[in-house]
């Protein structure tokens, strides 16, 4: 799907299994009404927010390159997008938390190609173009925020995932599928929120992902920020949403200081939110994340990061303190009576690397079906391996074609014929291997002389563990694009028709040439056959307004009609209301 999408100097640098999230903007699929929608809310939320937004808002419309009056294109996006050292791409919905922080770090903001249905204008369960292009982009021209959204990204994807978080992701993704396709059944639509309700209630203790995402929901989609007394609108989620824009800054959603307590706070991205968090500038944004990021594994290591990584069971990363790093998935791990990691194992393809690029000759084809290695000090003697001068290493018979055993804290026992070793640049030793290897703690095996060639890696402790691989040249296949995609929305000819009026009074207006005659006929055409569309009637009223004609009249008097269904009534009095401010 990606070879017709152009890279750019930025989408460039994207690692190449981000690629398959990426799908070409449908650009010709969107219809008039969508076109229509578009300008609706848009013109709502400027002419509100204007007021009521971070101040980057307004002007960051103007920097991104964003219309009011049309859909934008991710193209013309990304040519004023890269001024500011970002870019935009099209995806299908949803994509898992991972992927799109990691495209935030790269500069990338992630944008759903689908827009809400004229039935979802006020808010919409589903990510959508609206929310992605006029929520999220405006905001990124401001740089400290735009650092903060980047090192987020950066942080965010290294987070640890459980086992569950995968499931409610895809639970959640099908649920926002459903609501947002008219043709769902109620049946079907209930049955996924049943099941996004049965796996919340048993997620158990919340991930690193779960919190960090938790982070993300509470600021970058739903953030208010200034004083609790009179906060301002930066979050996407609040910016893209004409009804939440509102009820947010009302006294029935509770507003607390931003800490990071917000972590453990989790949501309903299905429902409108019931408490908000408000952080007093950007910066402090930035400091609770570095608060957060120093309780994870990331900058913690130990036995608890390898842990985090097991019950993971995805692809994850241990570096140890002499910078060797260990990608795989991490299967076991051996513990002695303090707690501290003694031995750790992964199964299935693995790779070496220090500084983030693989060990030559110890890429996953290499290492394909596992790794094991103990970790700390030899029993009995201060000074680590790391540490060893070639004479101390010499002592300890640690050099090549010599058959040597050592016995490691917690009895872990490596015996063997040294083969080679290997040093990164500063000439620190990473790596010993040996032949005719036997490792055991205790009467446990853990590697045997028929198994080939035993690779030890060198540390005394485990000071990191991140999901994802520390090369990411190490494993070609990372990240699964969901298999339920997007519904998209067939329309009967009834419909397609209403399509064809919107486009014709699109058509007038853009080529300011009020013909009184074809509204008048595409006025009674809706009158007569789409008595449940509002927002076409609006769009002809604002092309004849103030023309005191009788044809006005009709238009006011049937909007007037419209209004008495409550669904619609708020909506067709902000819509005239602003009409009449800006033309009156």
Not at 83 to 104: K, R
Not at 248 to 273: E, G, H, M
Not at 362 to 378: A, R, T
Request: glycine residues 6%.
């Amino acid at each position: 799907m990606t070879k017709a999408i152009k890279f750019n100097e930025v989408t460039k640098k994207l690692p190449k299994h981000l690629h398959k999230f990426i799908v070409k903007q449908p650009y010709e699929n969107y219809t008039a009404q969508n076109q229509a929608v578009w300008r609706y809310v848009m013109r709502m939320n400027i002419d509100y927010l204007s007021k009521v937004a971070h101040e980057s808002y307004l002007e960051g419309l103007k920097r991104t390159g964003i219309s009011v009056d049309i859909i934008p294109k991710m193209e013309g996006m990304n040519r004023i997008l890269k001024d500011i050292g970002w870019a935009a791409v099209s995806v299908d919905g949803f994509i898992p938390p991972n992927a799109f922080m990691e495209f935030q770090a790269y500069n990338v903001l992630v944008i759903a190609s689908d827009i809400r249905t004229l039935e979802h204008i006020e808010y919409t369960p589903a990510p959508d173009i609206i929310h992605e292009a006029a929520g999220h982009a405006p905001i990124i021209a401001n740089p400290e925020y735009a650092e903060y959204l980047r090192r987020f990204g950066e942080i965010g994807c290294k987070a640890i995932s459980s086992a569950k978080d995968f499931e409610i992701y895809e639970a959640i993704r099908l649920l926002s599928i459903l609501k947002e396709d008219p043709s769902s059944s109620e049946e079907a639509i209930n049955n996924a929120q049943q099941k996004v309700e049965e796996i919340q209630k048993n997620m158990g203790e919340l991930s690193e992902m779960a919190q960090i995402r938790n982070l993300h929901w509470w600021t970058v989609e739903y953030g208010l920020i200034g004083t609790l007394e009179n906060p301002k609108i930066y979050g996407a989620g609040l910016l893209s949403s004409i009804g939440e824009s509102k009820l947010c800054l009302t006294d029935k959603v509770k507003k607390v200081p931003y800490t990071i307590d917000a972590a453990s706070q989790n949501f309903d991205i299905t429902k409108p939110q019931p408490q908000l968090f408000v952080t007093p500038d950007f910066a402090h944004l930035s400091f609770i994340l570095e608060e957060f990021a120093n309780k994870m594994a990331l900058r913690k290591g130990g036995l608890k990061g390898v842990k985090k990584l097991i019950e993971s069971n995805n692809l994850g990363t241990i570096e140890l303190s002499t910078g060797i790093q260990i990608s795989g998935v991490f299967t076991n791990v051996i513990s002695d009576e303090n707690n501290t990691p003694i031995y750790i194992q992964t199964t299935g393809p693995t790779a070496l690397a220090s500084r983030d690029k693989e060990l030559i000759g110890h890429g996953v084809e290499y290492h394909s079906e596992g790794f094991g290695s103990p970790i700390g000090k030899l029993k009995g003697i201060n000074l680590a391996i790391e540490d060893m001068f070639p004479k101390d290493l010499e002592v300890y018979g640690i050099y090549e074609g010599k058959k040597t055993t050592l016995l490691f804290e917690g009895n872990i026992k490596v015996e063997g014929e040294v083969i080679t070793g290997k040093r990164d640049l500063q000439g620190k030793i990473l790596l010993i291997s040996f032949k005719n290897c036997t490792v055991k703690q205790n009467e446990n095996i853990l590697f045997l002389p028929e198994w080939g060639i035993y690779d030890m890696a060198i540390g005394k402790e485990i000071v990191s563990a991140y999901a994802g691989p520390a090369s990411l040249n190490s494993f070609k296949n990372m990240g699964k694009v969901s298999e339920e995609k997007t519904h998209k929305i067939i329309y009967s000819k009834q419909e397609l028709k209403l399509h064809k009026l919107y486009k014709k009074v699109a058509e007038i207006r853009i080529n300011k040439n009020i013909d009184i005659e074809k509204l008048t006929s595409i006025f009674i055409n809706l009158k007569d056959n789409y008595p449940s569309d509002w927002l076409l009637p609006l769009e002809i009223f604002e092309l004849i307004y103030n023309s005191n004609s009788k044809f006005e009249s009709d238009v006011v008097a049937y909007l007037s009609e419209i209004k008495l269904n409550s669904n619609y009534e708020q909506l067709v009095n902000n819509g005239m209301n602003l009409i009449t401010k800006n033309k009156g």
